[in-house]
């Protein structure tokens, strides 16, 4: 049962999915037909993820799959004169769990569930549990969720408002992906991880929607921040799929930007190596930027391929530049978005330095998941005045007249 999968490198093909290559890397669908001659008026019908429908294994028809995608895609003109160029942010905390990996768990579930599964799993730190046992809960389907130990609290109770089940695994998180690996062969539990050909389907909507809302121009760059490699392979494959239709004309550059506390990608990419080694768990220092820095990251080779192949480059930054670039979402541009989500800022503005940004005229940054669901955390130092209900008149004339 199920459609096509191919490896990305070593093209072998498998009618069913087998979770990872023979050759132990992650699969993908096969990538339409290139024969189909398909416009963006025929990628215009329906809402969301629907209108991509030529391009998916299935498509999303009720409930919260499909309220998932098209998020908006706006130009800031504040980080344009800091970049030097035409810069546009793709929201991805417009989502109905706040991160982009609600388009992995819309097609991923409406995909499992027409295979007749009736529990799904995952792995996750946060976002992608949040999702999966929400999109689960709308589907009736049982969820069982594996965290780390050292998960934050405030992370545990936005994924248990979904009553999935919730297993805290103690070791360490670099082989907690594995584990489900062999444990797709044991249990019934069908994981929904981050490298799957179903998610990975979901991920390439953001790339079909940034290159529909830039037309007639085309992205030349596209910032993104890295973990699991799940993600930029998905944004990889959408623009493999919008070439292979004749949509796209040139790949734009993918940047991929890894927390300096845990960067095995960025390692991988400087020392010209073609895998991805599992990053010493004693090489791990203080992360603020919680949803990425997997040890481990399942497709980080492909990952890898994705930003050789289109010219780009991967990259860390610091956690101070982090929550600077946090810290301008919201003052130069409004947006409240989680640390983890504000690197691709970071990592601009470090490109941009090194002149890597001055032959393009356009940019995107895609700030992958909401900060609501980090507040609350009593981390942030906030600046309030105080005065009394008598005294208000007076206070307010005098603070801002001084
Ligand atoms: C999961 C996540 C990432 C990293 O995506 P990968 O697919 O693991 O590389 C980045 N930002 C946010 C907000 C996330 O939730
Ligand atoms: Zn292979």
Known sequence: MGDPCVCYDCSARYDSIPIRCGCGEPLWFESPDDQRDLNWQDLSEGSRLQRYGDLLPVVPESGIASGVGG???????????????????????????????????????????????????????GNMAISTAAHAADNDLECLILVPDDIQSLRLELI???????????GYYGDLYYRTVELSDVSTVQFINSDDPARIAGYKTCLFEICQQLQPTEPDAIVLPNSS?????????????????????????????????????????????KTVKQYPEADIT????????????????????????TGGRVLSVSNDEILSATES???????????????????????????????????????????????????????VKKTVLQNLEEYVRSTITD
């Open 71 to 125: 998020t908006p895609l706006v130009r800031s003109e504040t980080l344009g004169s800091e970049l030097g160029a035409d810069v546009y942010i793709k929201l991805e905390s417009h989502n109905p769990t706040g991160a982009y990996k609600d388009r992995g768990s819309a097609i991923a579930l409406t995909y499992y569930l027409k295979q007749d599964v009736e529990r799904v799993g995952t792995v996750s730190y």
């Open 160 to 170: 248990d408002q979904f009553d999935p089940t919730i297993i805290q695994v103690e």
């Open 229 to 273: 490699g799940g993600f930029a392979s998905g944004i990889w494959k959408g623009i493999k799929d919008l070439q292979s239709v004749g949509l796209l004309e040139s790949a734009p550059r993918l940047y991929l930007v890894e927390t300096a506390a845990v960067d095995p990608t960025t390692e991988a990419f400087e020392s010209g190596a």
């Open 286 to 309: 203080e992360n603020v930027a919680h949803s990425i820095g997997n040890p481990d990251p399942p497709s980080g080779n492909r990952a890898l391929t994705a930003v050789r192949e």
């Open 329 to 383: 979402f919201a003052v130069d541009c409004g947006f409240c978005v989680e640390p983890a989500a504000a690197a691709p800022l970071a990592a601009a503005r470090k490109l941009r330095s090194e002149g890597e940004f001055d032959d393009l005229k356009n940019l995107v940054l895609v700030p992958t998941g909401t900060g609501f669901k980090e507040l609350g955390t009593g981390s942030a130092s906030v600046n």
